[in-house]
């Protein structure tokens, strides 16, 4: 019972991770990307940037790249980089495996 109970400790803690990682970095991109036209090119660039970093966090290098590097796109005033280089990295946020859990668990 103790090996199942820990198992299960495990699982949550992943996917509590995942959740303050992956899923805070796709909600804060989407909610940037949908009202970029009212934020100032310095808001995008610093979520943008910390949204790096959440990726970095989880292991995710390559979307934590581009997004870095959308952010110095943002910076620089080159929108068509920047959206292109957002999506490249929403595309590959999406890529990442997401924690299994297992439903009906029960733990006495």
């Known amino acids: 019972m103790e090996i199942s109970r820990k198992k299960l400790r495990e699982e949550v803690l992943d996917r509590v991770k995942y959740v303050r990682t992956c899923v805070m970095a796709r909600e804060l ?3 940037v990307r949908t009202n970029r036209a009212i934020l100032e090119p310095k808001d995008v ?3 943008c940037n910390y949204i790096s970093g959440l990726c970095k966090e989880e292991g995710c290098t390559e979307p ?3 997004c870095r590097k959308a952010a ?3 910076g620089s ?3 068509k980089k920047y959206l292109e280089l957002c999506a490249q990295s929403c595309v590959k946020c999406g890529e990442a495996r997401r924690p299994t859990s297992k439903k009906n668990a029960y733990v006495t």
Do not use: R
């Open 29 to 31: 991109c989407l909610l």
């Open 72 to 74: 110095v796109a943002v």
């Open 77 to 79: 005033g080159n929108e």
């Open 45 to 47: 660039q610093e979520i």
């Open 64 to 66: 934590s790249e581009l």
